[in-house]
């Protein structure tokens, strides 16, 4: 049985200061370059979660050296110079999307035979685009069961390279698996983005990220990408705190009236979800950038339409936000989140309706009513974001339970903990 957590109202507007562990997004991104560098790296400010862990092993068992030390938040690692050193692996990713898709790509470039599998909803998430554009540049990749999803077989040779077009309207990791394992190929890499790219902040990341270890990318037009046969070199490289669990923080300071600092943060980071607050000044919030970080201050909210697509991981956050505004909200154009953990537009449509909520669900977003919260226990669908987006609901009403905590293990293992410490409370009740 999973526990259940009840969260507390807090009896004022909450003001405080955090910092986030590290991104989960930039921490794979990291992972996979250093691993293919030549030489030493050291990366600081790692994410340890489900999702890294799983990276962490099976970059161990594809023959790399490296060393975790989570009480600091330190990796240190030699890469293998763009070429995976054992010839067979079995690797097994959870439910980690971000893990398998880079790891996929990687595996094209080693010399032998790679399975890659995950847990029950891993094997419903789509792989299918990113296992044609691996074949289109001459790897033998196929999905085992001939249904497009994992697991997923790699008959490895090396990566020939040449052209291929990316499907990416489900996910832009797709492109940035083909993007960080291209510099291992034989000749160079054409990548052709097939359809309007899904989260593209997250492309300009992972180029960002491989920029930092010394590969650089052309981008001769919109929607092409060019790279070069080139080795990552080892370097020292830090990790920005997770923007994306920074919109909770910043979400709490909005639905409380409060003022929260997110240390570690800046409008120039390389993760897109930084902009969240900027949906939440739309709101009727206030935002100041500062040398120690991005400090919000909540006001009066009153409800809006917007565009998501490029900081989808925040949608959720939004949602949470949306029934202490005044007027309806309206969420567009993230319908490929129904392929993330869950299907994230429908399980934020049936827990708002759980608690009270009118929400109008549509293919590619939702409008909320807001409406008295109704006391509920909230279903989270093994999904981190689910549990974490609607223990904000619970700070301003009574009776909201929050069902399995422990799935934000999955990319903030501490996020009761922090949340609660936020509020001036010791933690959350269990049952």
């Known amino acids: 049985m999973h526990d259940v957590l009840e969260v507390l109202p807090v009896s004022g507007p909450v003001h405080g200061t955090i910092r986030p562990p590290g991104s989960k997004s930039i921490t794979n991104r990291a992972l996979v370059t250093a691993a293919l560098a030549r030489g030493d790296s050291r990366l600081t400010g790692v994410l340890d ?12 068992r594809l023959g790399l050296a490296l060393r975790h030390d989570p009480a600091t938040a330190v990796v240190t690692i030699t890469g293998c110079a763009g070429r995976p050193p054992v010839p067979s692996a079995e690797l097994w990713l959870e439910n980690s999307g971000t893990s398998i898709r880079f790891l996929t790509a990687l595996c094209c470039l080693g010399r032998g035979d790679y399975r890659l599998d995950g847990n029950a909803r891993m094997r419903e998430r789509p792989l299918g685009d990113l296992i044609d554009a691996l074949n289109q540049l001459g790897a033998h990749t196929r999905c085992q069961l001939n249904n497009r999803c994992p697991p997923v077989e790699v008959a490895a040779q090396g990566l020939p390279g040449g052209l291929a077009r990316v499907a990416s309207g489900i996910s832009s990791q797709y492109l940035s698996a083909l993007l960080m394992a291209a510099p291992g190929a034989e000749r160079e890499v054409t990548l052709e983005v097939a359809e309007e790219l899904v989260s593209e902040p997250y492309v300009d990341m992972t180029i960002g990220v491989m920029q930092a270890f010394g590969v650089e990318v052309g981008r001769p037009r919109p929607g092409v990408y060019t790279i070069a046969p080139q080795i990552y070199c080892g370097t020292p490289y830090d990790i920005e705190p997770d923007a994306s669990a920074a919109s909770y923080f910043f979400a709490l300071a909005a639905v409380t009236g409060g003022r929260v600092t997110v240390q570690g943060l800046s ?10 607050v900027d949906v939440l000044v739309q709101m009727g919030c206030r935002v100041e950038h500062g040398p120690e970080g991005i400090t ?31 007027g309806p909200t309206t969420i567009r ?9 869950t299907d994230r537009i429908a399980a934020v449509a049936t827990e708002l309706r759980r608690l009270g909520q009118q929400v109008d669900e549509f293919p590619d977003g939702l409008t909320i009513h807001p409406a008295p919260i109704t006391p509920a226990t909230v279903a989270t669908y093994d999904d981190h974001r689910m549990a974490m987006s609607f223990s904000l609901i619970g700070l301003r009403a009574p009776g909201v339970k929050i069902a399995d905590p422990g799935c934000t293990r999955k990319t903030y293992p501490h996020y009761f903990d922090d949340l609660a410490r936020l509020c001036g409370l010791r933690e959350f009740p269990r049952s």
């Open 296 to 326: 919000l201050t909540g006001g009066p909210l009153r409800g809006i339409e917007v565009d998501m697509n490029a900081i989808s991981d925040t949608a959720q956050t939004l949602a949470a936000v949306a029934p202490f505004a005044q």
């Open 333 to 341: 154009n993230i319908p490929h989140v129904r392929h993330k953990e």
């Open 267 to 276: 409008p120039d980071a390389l993760q897109g979800d930084v902009k969240f």
């Open 49 to 60: 979660s489900q999702d890294t862990r799983v990276m962490l092993d099976s970059l161990q």
